[in-house]
């Protein structure tokens, strides 16, 4: 028999992957050009509604609705990207922090005008909503499914990065930017298809949260806190430190709300304070 | 004054594996103007950061007139009158040059930590703080923005945001690094024109100025010092120019000196 | 080159930034506008005005030192929580409680600066959003204290200076609210043009070129995250004091973030960014929101981006850029 704690741990890696999938975009392309995008839950948020739309109107597996969301997402950012961001690249941070804030609050309102601001309801099929027991703990299916993937992108991101030229292009203008540009890599494509990839991961993160935190037109707010948080502790543009951040802040949470209940988020907070103080360019970062 | 102004004892850093500084013993007395030459990535910034405080050393100790300020933060050193400018501009964007250099005398005056009296009433720290410029040429473009100086503006402005917290020793970064020809006339005149007290030490790759200004001139290679003599003297050392035209030139040299 | 010759010109050039122009007297003499022009809008001018004080001390932080908090609401809640407990337990002179309310604050500000202002960019934003999230969290726990969700209530504030009382009518909350506004934006000018106010903007310059000049930078940001969070403390006791009421969200991340945009939208570093973004937002908000807040979501959104995209450096920044244009025509 399992100690209850597996469970809690089991529970929070889920969370932290959740929050993996949704920060790991952030990371790389604030670690490659420092375009500070707050938007970036926004894309998340699309990729939320994409799955809603295409299951209760079009009555669409599920499964088949994540790709969805992952392209709809990437599509959508890299039109912001091409026409908007683009020319905000050497604009101070305050004004990229307003820039950005901007299109949140647009993104808030046309996401309530066109689904309203009530949660949305997810119906997935039974199997999903079901769980596993093994030695005495129960493993929630979705939540086995949701690590999977995780893991599996995890894999392919690494793969990527070390053994692909694009990797080597993206870890290039992540190291030194100036450096890149004058070895002739062309950092802006680079980082247009980054974005792109970013944005993506992180709508399949919005379709994946529907089950587990829930959708409203405010996600794109909230769960920009828990993102910046992954990011900045993680280390900007390391895809180890948003791992590893992501995850020690999802248990970090879960076993706060399960052990301590009357301290609540609490838990979160201080842990990020602690880790910051103690390493102020994140756990992996470097500068 | 008896003893030398600012002297090193064994100053040794290494990051990890690669020294940067190795075993370095260096004397300044009072009123000389010493050149530090050596080629790229020989130390001599290390050097100048090691003694000024922004990087701590693994060993050795730094005096300033006899005292150990080994342990001093940076700010605690420049109260002291060791002060550096940079060999790329360290500058405030959006301040005036007027504006910088009355900071910096502000500062000096511990007048920078008063909030109920306004910049107007401080007449005299404003009085010096446009006399240094004016000394360094620069009064006439006193109230533009330092974003808008030239180059060697800027550079004379370093100088200036230097010579504003009264020196006593004081340690030049590559002074004329950048200036283009025409400019670097006000920059030979002002070096030439820094008071007679303060002690001078100044990292260059400009021999002009290293032959028209140093008494005596240090070389350093790998983080060590390889040799200390007057110019004539390191001009002429076939060690030297190994260093800067390889080894083969030092050795042909030191035939033909003995042959 | 004789001093005796330039002796006007360095000095003017002080004494000519310490100069009211003209400009800023209209704006002033603007603010007793809504006595004849908007009387029935009085109690939402009061608003604007604490907000805009509020605005106004981030900026010293933000704009003239270079600190960038996501977690300034929590001075305003101190200070605002601090005056409303006061006044629930029997004392409700106004006066007296903004100075106790900031003196809650700026102990509170001055302890936290020791572990702030260390650090800067991305890890400083995010340890400031930590420490407000915190307190909040804190604050809902304790409602005991805070009344938690609910909020204070028994709140009754005495009349002001013994002669005004509190109506419904907004004149005293808006008199009251002004006066402070403006006897603490005359304290912040007298801050920005002293030595201490050059050390500051030398701060946001050039950090790292500070103590090669000898500078105190570390003080130097604590002394002015002390004033901030102080001033933070007196806007929310004047909230507490005006609405009768103190509730969680004035320590929340929203109002961190509203002032923040704030400040952004009318222009850092400029003494008046704060309040003419605090109007253009709030009035915005008022007008837009309405029965739908989601139109405000959007117009607001469309009105950032237009301002990043026309007038970079915020409302005023824009300005400025404009007329120096028009004045080389």
Redesign the interface.
């Given at each position: 028999m399992l100690p209850p704690v597996i469970g809690v741990i089991f529970d929070g890696f889920a969370y932290g992957m959740l929050l993996f999938l949704l920060s790991v975009g952030q990371s790389v392309t604030l670690g490659m050009m420092n375009f500070i995008n707050l938007a970036h839950c926004s894309f998340a948020m699309i990729g939320g509604y994409v799955t809603i739309a295409l299951m209760s109107r079009y009555g669409w597996p599920f499964f088949a609705t994540l790709p969805c969301a992952f392209v709809v997402a990437a599509v959508v950012s890299v039109c912001f990207e091409r026409t908007?961001f683009r020319?905000?690249y050497r604009?101070?941070?305050?004004?990229q922090?307003?820039?950005t804030?901007?299109?949140?609050?647009?993104?808030?309102?046309?996401a309530?005008?066109v689904f309203g601001?009530e949660q949305q309801p997810l119906q997935l099929p039974a199997y999903l909503r079901s769980s596993l027991t093994f030695m005495g703990i129960r493993f929630a299916v979705y939540r086995l499914i949701l690590i999977g993937i995780a893991l599996v992108i995890t894999a392919a991101l690494v793969l990527a990065l070390d053994y692909t030229s694009f990797g080597a292009r993206v870890r290039a203008a992540v190291d030194n930017e100036r450096m890149a540009r004058g070895l002739g890599i062309d950092v802006d494509r680079t980082f247009a298809v980054t974005f792109a990839l970013g944005s993506g991961l992180a709508g399949l993160g919005g379709a994946l949260a529907v089950e587990i935190v829930g959708l409203d037109?405010f996600f794109a707010l909230t769960y920009l806190?828990y993102v910046?948080?992954v990011?900045?502790?993680g280390g900007?543009g390391s895809i180890a430190g948003s791992f590893a951040a992501a995850a020690v802040l999802g248990i970090s949470d879960v076993a706060g709300k399960y052990y301590v209940p009357?301290?609540?988020?609490?838990l979160i907070?201080?842990v990020?304070?602690s880790l910051?103080?103690w390493r102020?360019?994140g756990l992996f970062g470097r500068? | 004054m008896s003893g030398p102004v600012l002297a090193t004892q064994g100053l040794a850093k290494s990051f990890g594996s690669l020294v940067v500084a190795r075993d370095i013993e260096i004397e300044l007395p009072q009123g000389v103007r010493y050149a530090l030459i050596g080629p790229n990535g020989a130390g001599k910034t290390t050097l100048i950061n090691l003694i000024t405080g922004m990087l701590r050393p693994d060993d050795g100790r730094i005096l300033l007139a006899g005292d150990d300020i080994t342990a001093l933060a940076p700010e605690q050193r420049v109260r002291r009158g060791l002060v550096r400018t940079y060999q790329i501009n360290s500058l405030f964007p959006h301040l005036t040059a007027l504006e910088s250099v009355t900071l910096a005398v502000c500062e000096r005056s511990r007048a920078a930590g008063t909030w109920w009296r306004q910049l107007t009433a401080y007449r005299h720290e404003v009085d010096e703080a446009y006399d240094i410029l004016a000394a360094l040429m620069l009064g006439p473009v006193c109230h533009r923005l330092t974003r808008e100086l030239a180059y060697g503006q800027q550079r004379l402005l370093e100088i200036a945001l230097a010579l504003a917290t009264r020196p006593k020793v004081l340690l030049l970064d590559e002074p004329a690094a950048g200036v283009p020809g025409d400019e670097s006339k006000e920059l030979f005149s002002a070096i030439a024109g820094l008071p007679g007290d303060i002690t001078v030490l100044f990292i260059e790759h400009d021999m002009n100025l290293v032959f028209r200004f140093a008494t005596r001139v240090i070389v350093m290679v790998g983080g060590s010092v390889l040799v200390e003599g007057t110019p004539a003297e390191i001009a002429a050392d076939p060690q030297v120019r190994a260093v800067y035209l390889g080894k083969a030139a030092g050795k042909s040299l030191a035939e033909a000196h003995h042959g | 080159m004789a001093l005796s010759e330039s002796l006007p010109a360095p000095h003017a050039y002080f004494r000519a930034r310490t100069r009211w122009r003209p400009i800023e007297i209209a704006f002033w003499l603007a603010c007793l506008l809504p006595y004849v022009f908007f009387p029935d809008y009085l109690s939402l001018a009061s608003q604007i005005a604490i907000t805009a004080l509020f605005a106004l001390s981030l900026d010293l932080i933000l704009g003239y030192a270079g600190i960038?908090s996501l977690g300034h609401a929590a001075f305003f809640g101190i200070g605002a929580y601090t005056a409303g407990l006061l006044s629930k337990y029997g004392w409700g002179e106004p006066l007296t409680g903004l100075a106790a309310a900031s003196l809650a604050a700026g102990i509170v500000g001055y302890a936290t600066s020791f572990?702030i202002c260390r650090?800067r960019?991305?890890?400083l934003?995010?340890?400031t959003?930590?420490?407000g999230?915190?307190l909040e969290?804190?604050a809902?726990?304790a409602g005991w204290l805070t009344g938690g969700v609910d909020g204070l209530q028994g709140i009754t504030t005495w009349k002001l200076l013994g002669l005004f009382p509190f109506d419904l009518y907004g004149y005293a909350a808006y008199s009251y609210a002004l006066a402070v506004l403006f006897l603490l934006f005359l304290f912040a000018r007298l801050i920005i043009h002293s030595p201490f106010g050059l050390a500051l903007r030398g701060i946001r310059e050039n950090l790292v070129r500070m103590p090669a000049i000898g500078a105190p930078s570390l003080a130097h940001m604590r002394s002015i995250y002390t004033i901030a969070a102080a001033i933070a403390g007196i806007a929310g006791a004047l909230l507490a004091q005006t609405t009768e009421t103190v509730s969680l969200e004035s320590l929340g991340?929203n109002r961190s973030?509203d002032v923040?945009?704030m400040l952004?939208?009318g222009g850092?570093g400029r003494l008046y960014g704060g309040l003419v973004g605090a109007i253009v937002y709030m009035v915005a908000r008022d007008r837009l929101s309405g029965e739908n807040p989601?139109?405000?979501?959007?117009w607001?959104?469309?009105?950032?981006?237009a301002?990043?995209?026309f007038l970079?450096?915020g409302i005023l920044g824009g300005l400025t850029k404009l007329t120096v244009r028009w004045s080389r025509l």
């Amino acid at each position: 028999m399992l100690p209850p704690v597996i469970g809690v741990i089991f529970d929070g890696f889920a969370y932290g992957m959740l929050l993996f999938l949704l920060s790991v975009g952030q990371s790389v392309t604030l670690g490659m050009m420092n375009f500070i995008n707050l938007a970036h839950c926004s894309f998340a948020m699309i990729g939320g509604y994409v799955t809603i739309a295409l299951m209760s109107r079009y009555g669409w597996p599920f499964f088949a609705t994540l790709p969805c969301a992952f392209v709809v997402a990437a599509v959508v950012s890299v039109c912001f990207e091409r026409t908007l961001f683009r020319r905000f690249y050497r604009v101070s941070d305050l004004d990229q922090v307003l820039l950005t804030i901007g299109i949140v609050f647009v993104s808030i309102a046309a996401a309530a005008y066109v689904f309203g601001t009530e949660q949305q309801p997810l119906q997935l099929p039974a199997y999903l909503r079901s769980s596993l027991t093994f030695m005495g703990i129960r493993f929630a299916v979705y939540r086995l499914i949701l690590i999977g993937i995780a893991l599996v992108i995890t894999a392919a991101l690494v793969l990527a990065l070390d053994y692909t030229s694009f990797g080597a292009r993206v870890r290039a203008a992540v190291d030194n930017e100036r450096m890149a540009r004058g070895l002739g890599i062309d950092v802006d494509r680079t980082f247009a298809v980054t974005f792109a990839l970013g944005s993506g991961l992180a709508g399949l993160g919005g379709a994946l949260a529907v089950e587990i935190v829930g959708l409203d037109p405010f996600f794109a707010l909230t769960y920009l806190i828990y993102v910046l948080i992954v990011v900045s502790v993680g280390g900007l543009g390391s895809i180890a430190g948003s791992f590893a951040a992501a995850a020690v802040l999802g248990i970090s949470d879960v076993a706060g709300k399960y052990y301590v209940p009357q301290v609540g988020a609490f838990l979160i907070y201080l842990v990020m304070i602690s880790l910051l103080m103690w390493r102020p360019a994140g756990l992996f970062g470097r500068r | 004054m008896s003893g030398p102004v600012l002297a090193t004892q064994g100053l040794a850093k290494s990051f990890g594996s690669l020294v940067v500084a190795r075993d370095i013993e260096i004397e300044l007395p009072q009123g000389v103007r010493y050149a530090l030459i050596g080629p790229n990535g020989a130390g001599k910034t290390t050097l100048i950061n090691l003694i000024t405080g922004m990087l701590r050393p693994d060993d050795g100790r730094i005096l300033l007139a006899g005292d150990d300020i080994t342990a001093l933060a940076p700010e605690q050193r420049v109260r002291r009158g060791l002060v550096r400018t940079y060999q790329i501009n360290s500058l405030f964007p959006h301040l005036t040059a007027l504006e910088s250099v009355t900071l910096a005398v502000c500062e000096r005056s511990r007048a920078a930590g008063t909030w109920w009296r306004q910049l107007t009433a401080y007449r005299h720290e404003v009085d010096e703080a446009y006399d240094i410029l004016a000394a360094l040429m620069l009064g006439p473009v006193c109230h533009r923005l330092t974003r808008e100086l030239a180059y060697g503006q800027q550079r004379l402005l370093e100088i200036a945001l230097a010579l504003a917290t009264r020196p006593k020793v004081l340690l030049l970064d590559e002074p004329a690094a950048g200036v283009p020809g025409d400019e670097s006339k006000e920059l030979f005149s002002a070096i030439a024109g820094l008071p007679g007290d303060i002690t001078v030490l100044f990292i260059e790759h400009d021999m002009n100025l290293v032959f028209r200004f140093a008494t005596r001139v240090i070389v350093m290679v790998g983080g060590s010092v390889l040799v200390e003599g007057t110019p004539a003297e390191i001009a002429a050392d076939p060690q030297v120019r190994a260093v800067y035209l390889g080894k083969a030139a030092g050795k042909s040299l030191a035939e033909a000196h003995h042959g | 080159m004789a001093l005796s010759e330039s002796l006007p010109a360095p000095h003017a050039y002080f004494r000519a930034r310490t100069r009211w122009r003209p400009i800023e007297i209209a704006f002033w003499l603007a603010c007793l506008l809504p006595y004849v022009f908007f009387p029935d809008y009085l109690s939402l001018a009061s608003q604007i005005a604490i907000t805009a004080l509020f605005a106004l001390s981030l900026d010293l932080i933000l704009g003239y030192a270079g600190i960038v908090s996501l977690g300034h609401a929590a001075f305003f809640g101190i200070g605002a929580y601090t005056a409303g407990l006061l006044s629930k337990y029997g004392w409700g002179e106004p006066l007296t409680g903004l100075a106790a309310a900031s003196l809650a604050a700026g102990i509170v500000g001055y302890a936290t600066s020791f572990v702030i202002c260390r650090f800067r960019h991305l890890a400083l934003i995010m340890l400031t959003l930590g420490f407000g999230l915190l307190l909040e969290e804190l604050a809902n726990s304790a409602g005991w204290l805070t009344g938690g969700v609910d909020g204070l209530q028994g709140i009754t504030t005495w009349k002001l200076l013994g002669l005004f009382p509190f109506d419904l009518y907004g004149y005293a909350a808006y008199s009251y609210a002004l006066a402070v506004l403006f006897l603490l934006f005359l304290f912040a000018r007298l801050i920005i043009h002293s030595p201490f106010g050059l050390a500051l903007r030398g701060i946001r310059e050039n950090l790292v070129r500070m103590p090669a000049i000898g500078a105190p930078s570390l003080a130097h940001m604590r002394s002015i995250y002390t004033i901030a969070a102080a001033i933070a403390g007196i806007a929310g006791a004047l909230l507490a004091q005006t609405t009768e009421t103190v509730s969680l969200e004035s320590l929340g991340f929203n109002r961190s973030a509203d002032v923040l945009i704030m400040l952004i939208l009318g222009g850092t570093g400029r003494l008046y960014g704060g309040l003419v973004g605090a109007i253009v937002y709030m009035v915005a908000r008022d007008r837009l929101s309405g029965e739908n807040p989601q139109y405000w979501y959007f117009w607001i959104g469309i009105l950032l981006v237009a301002v990043v995209t026309f007038l970079p450096n915020g409302i005023l920044g824009g300005l400025t850029k404009l007329t120096v244009r028009w004045s080389r025509l």
